[in-house]
């Protein structure tokens, strides 16, 4: 058997067989989750200084065992060259054991779950620092395997194209890319078959440990081609920071990877190189995204697995404008992974496939529940259309039922700015101010209003969780601009997507600013106020229409992060104001909420927002 045909065996095996092999695998790698646990453990006791070396010698001995057992299995030679880097770290003799039984274990996987199994165990060792800095956080094959196919389908032929990874970690995209040259290349002659693959991979890595692992399971897999051929592979990986690599020659096919994501301060030169797709903060993904545009040639693929920040957020806005005119999506996949699958990542997460100077035309939507690093589930959900305005948020189906909703938002011209209103976030961040909360009201206290304040449709000044105060002493006229003295409607900032609702707002009552002159809002609130005292449509409406059931799920496909931004508020497509005359007429004639709901949506479904 040969380490390929661990990956991708040529006749498919018995159903029963399959069932069996899938169950054993199960087995090895819940048992090697196990082992990760345990490295990790014996890491953390390291000194950090020692740690990155430790994480080295552990991760060789694991090859190295890998690579013995996979050759005794397959009986095929398999070399794997030594990393540049000096291996400095003594191991002791338990875990020398633990590192053999990964490698041995692993070796009883295919080649790319082996892959996925020891690389994430990498990641886990390497000092936590260094783990956050780089964003060392290597993509399960369930992903890497759909992202492949999805390129694919984009018309990516394996039997040809060029392929680049700018940030291949431990090749999780490189390695299945190989198998899948192999394959669309088997019935070519070995030597025909190495040359043809080990001239069209290449990848671009910051960590050289990383890029060496990469590099090996490369070597690993096409084993029997090097010694049928007996020639070595070359380096088919480049350590660098790619964020300073122009290209110089060919371009690329295909563009694939999960590029390193958070916040980045880039050198002047860099911020006017990638100018062209800034705003405000630079996120590494989003300078990871422009970069692979430029390396992508006429017609060509980029496939990346990122979080789904871009698609609404108000930093991406110039990036969603470079995407739109330079690579529009072709089809995107929300990953709904179950807990623990993206072992330590917390953001939404998307798979994309986008083409250079491809067309904008529908973009296929998909969800997938991911179960584990082995199971995922695909379901079709819909499709978008990229926006003309496409700074705007790319709103977008998450789930099958949102399309009727989608198609109807994108024909909804109105915003909160058309009714009167722009929206703000409350002024006091109330730790820079401690000092001056109060408990009780006095002099120069105003109430101080709390996002526990706001409930769906109902304002209640109270101020019960820790910390809190229900008062606010201005100390000055340099305090006046914490003073909100205009009725407005607050909505909370923070909502994470399994509440069962994003949008929480409430109407800050004329009468309560009467009674007390002003308020002071707190930072976790968003302040929809009148633009200029002049609004067409009233407070208490706005507020039943950002409470109603079909506006939460139009901001659903819009956010899939827990923040509410004033960004995306202003971007939610809204009923005309004339329509919004009906809801006003329930409010005021004491309607019961179903009949406030049910109209609000007949608004949404039905053409009357002329
Ligand atoms: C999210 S991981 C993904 C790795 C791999 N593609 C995968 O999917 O498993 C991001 C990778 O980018 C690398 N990286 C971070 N900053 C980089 C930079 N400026 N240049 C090149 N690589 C970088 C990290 O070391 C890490 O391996």
Known sequence: MSPARLANDAAPPSPRRARRRLKDSHEVVSGLQSARIMARAWAESIDDRKRQQAAWA?????????????????????????????????????????????????????????????????????????????????????????????????????????????ACGGGAFLLPVALRMRHALAERPPAEQFKSITT?????????????????????????????????????IQVCDTLEQEPNGKLFD????????????????????FARSLFGHANLYGVFTDIALRWTKLKGVIAYVTPTSFLAGEYF??????????????????????????????????????????????????YLAVASDMAAEITHAGCFNVPATPAAPWLAPRLPTHQRLIDRLAAMPYRLGDWGYQVSTGPLVWNRYKRQLRARPGADTFPLIWAE???????????????????????????????????????????????????????????????????????????????????HVTPAALAAVLNSGVVDEAFRCISGSVAVSAFELEALPLPSPAAMRAVDALLAGGAVPEMIESQIRALYFEEIFA
């Open 58 to 166: 552990f991760i060789k001995a694991a090859i190295d065992e890998y690579a013995r057992e996979l050759a005794h299995r397959s009986r095929v030679m398999i070399v794997v060259t030594a990393p540049s880097i000096a291996l400095t770290y003594q191991l002791d003799a338990a875990a020398i054991e633990l590192a053999r039984t990964v490698g041995h274990e692993a070796a009883q996987l295919d080649i790319e779950q082996a892959c996925y199994q020891v690389s994430a165990t990498y990641t886990v060792l390497v000092p936590t620092g260094t783990r956050s800095a780089f964003g060392m956080y290597y993509t399960p094959p369930t992903l890497t395997d759909r992202l492949l196919n999805m390129a694919a389908e984009a018309g990516i032929d394996w039997k040809t194209a060029r392929v680049l990874d700018p």
């Open 317 to 366: 806005k110039a990036l969603r404008s470079l995407l739109a005119a330079e690579a529009p999506p072709v089809a995107v996949d929300f990953i709904e992974a179950r807990r623990g699958v993206f072992e330590d990542v917390l953001q939404e997460a998307l798979l994309a496939t986008y083409r250079r100077r491809g067309k904008a035309i529908g973009t296929a939507v998909h």
């Open 453 to 535: 304040a706001v409930t769906p449709g109902l304002f209640a000044h109270r101020a019960d969780k820790r910390n809190h105060e229900p008062y606010f002493r201005i100390e000055g006229p340099a305090d006046d601009w914490l003073k909100v003295s205009v009725p407005c409607v607050l909505v909370q900032r923070t909502t994470a997507k399994e509440q069962p609702r994003r949008l929480i707002a409430a109407e800050l009552p004329a009468s309560f600013i009467r009674k007390h002159r002003a308020v002071v809002v707190e930072n976790h609130l968003n302040m929809v106020r009148p633009i200029n005292g002049k609004t």
């Open 200 to 236: 069209r991979l290449q990848g671009f890595e910051i960590d050289p440990f990383a890029a060496w692992l990469t590099q090996t399971w490369l070597e690993i897999a096409l084993a029997d081609l090097r010694a049928a051929t007996g020639k070595d592979l070359p380096p088919l």
């Open 254 to 273: 295909l563009v694939i990877g999960n590029p390193p994501y958070g916040r980045v301060s880039l050198t002047p030169a860099q911020r006017t190189r």
